[in-house]
């Protein structure tokens, strides 16, 4: 097991889908009292919405599942692809956005879907401008790729040793 890993969860505006990623995943990770200390946090690729809380529709669907969302939006930095161990792209157009910063990125890049079977789709759907579906949608499939993130954290090179 990586006993320092991090991971960085990163969608287009850091308000919606990557801060239910990082939720999810320390619920997911404080629920089985995984050993050893796993950083997970969360950005966008625009700054649009810096300082801002999780949209409050994403929030009060990940709070009726028990799951409250407390970060704040950030961009991106270069810096982060060669800090974090794991960086999950939501959609490919975020991939491509986060592939141009770095050519070698030391972080290990990866799309959600990547973690899922091929019954879901490729994209984590952007839920902003559509109904409170979208919302739940996005964390169905957040949650169904947990159990497949947790197992690729536990193979991840302890950055320590
Ligand atoms: P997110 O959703 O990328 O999942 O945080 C969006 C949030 C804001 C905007 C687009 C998508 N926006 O255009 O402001």
């Known amino acids: 097991?990586?006993?320092?890993?991090?991971?960085?969860?990163?969608?287009?505006g850091n308000i919606c889908r990557s801060p239910a990623g990082e939720g999810l995943l320390q619920h997911s990770i404080d629920t089985y009292k995984?050993?050893?200390?796993?950083?997970?946090?969360?950005?966008?690729?625009i700054g649009y919405h810096?300082?801002?809380?999780?949209d409050h529709r994403m929030r009060n669907a990940a709070?009726?599942?028990?799951?409250?969302l407390l970060s704040l939006?950030?961009?991106?930095?270069v810096e982060d692809l060669h800090s974090f161990n794991l960086i999950i792209a939501m959609d490919r157009e975020?991939?491509?956005?986060?592939?141009?910063?770095?050519p070698h990125p030391t972080a290990k890049l990866n799309l959600l879907s990547d973690f899922l079977?091929?019954?879901w789709p490729s994209d984590v759907p952007d839920p902003y401008y559509g109904g409170d579906?979208?919302?739940?949608?996005v964390l169905d499939m957040i949650e169904a790729a947990c159990p497949s993130i947790i197992d690729s954290i536990s193979s991840l090179n302890d950055p320590d040793q």
Not at 34 to 45: H, M, P, V, W, Y
């Open 1 to 12: 097991m990586c006993n320092s890993c991090s991971v960085l969860f990163v969608c287009l």
């Open 34 to 45: 995984l050993q050893g200390t796993i950083k997970i946090d969360s950005a966008g690729t």
């Open 50 to 54: 810096s300082g801002k809380p999780a």
């Open 63 to 68: 709070l009726n599942r028990g799951i409250p």
């Open 73 to 77: 939006s950030r961009k991106i930095t």
């Open 94 to 102: 975020n991939l491509a956005d986060i592939q141009r910063m770095a």
């Open 117 to 119: 079977g091929d019954d």
């Open 133 to 137: 579906d979208g919302f739940e949608y």
